[in-house]
């Protein structure tokens, strides 16, 4: 009986070293995919047509290894604050943006968008700054973001000064939006487009293109509206602001993450824009239908 008692145990033991190595291999396993995920998105944003797309004033996105300070490691599953987003153009003018104040850090999610990391806006006071960048009178925005089912007026990015541009939630709808102003007034409003679904956890690529009196909106390709507006708009001189308004960063705060954003100094053609929109939903796993 000794003897038997004896092999049932290091037969237990064997089970239990079996199971702990196919466990191991798992969570291995997974690690090396979410290495795989973000290697490819990387390899993707390297080749993508907005490395030489004319006019490019802003790239910021987050997997690249030049956009934070801190490593991003794709297996690990905390969150950490972000101080700084660095600008990745291929220029050699970057207009960064910071957190004004510790207590404005975003925090970058690893696993956030189809496991891909993203920076997390809280809906209270997360908010990235820059004062510097200018944006001319016409632009086109590209925007990867995920909105947590929060309403009102939102903000994704706008102008660092109020009523220069935004692109975000409207207000009382849940509904992508897109405002153009001449610093004091906002004198063309891409009124919500109403023929957009709500913005929601579902990530989607939202484009926006303002040309003259012409602001016209886009979501994962698809058009959702045009507005025509009296012209009036001014070059946005002093910088940009992303996931809240800069001078009162608690009114309109963005909840939920935010991907990747890409600035234009001009209105793109809607072969580039189809281009731009095909990369972004290539890396963020987002059907494009254009």
Known sequence: MKSKKAFSLIELAIVILVVGILIAGIFQGRDLVSKMRLQTARSLTKSSPVNSIKDLTLWLETTSVNSFDLAIDASDSNSNSVGTWYDISPYSIKYNSTAPATTNKPKLTNNAIKGLPALLF?????????????TATNISAFVVA????VNGYRRIISGYVDQCYYLGLSNGSNQFTA????ITAWVNLNATFSGSAPMSKIPKVYSATMSGSTSSGYINGTSVGTSTQSPGKTPCLAGYSVGSFASSITSQPWKGYIAEIILINRAVTT???????????????IQINN
């Open 179 to 182: 405002f153009y102003g001449n």
């Open 146 to 149: 995920t909105n947590d089912d």
């Open 271 to 285: 072969e580039e824009r189809r281009s731009i929109e095909n990369y972004l939903g290539q890396k963020w796993g």
């Open 122 to 134: 809280d809906g209270t006071n997360d908010i990235l700054n820059n004062t510097t960048l200018f």
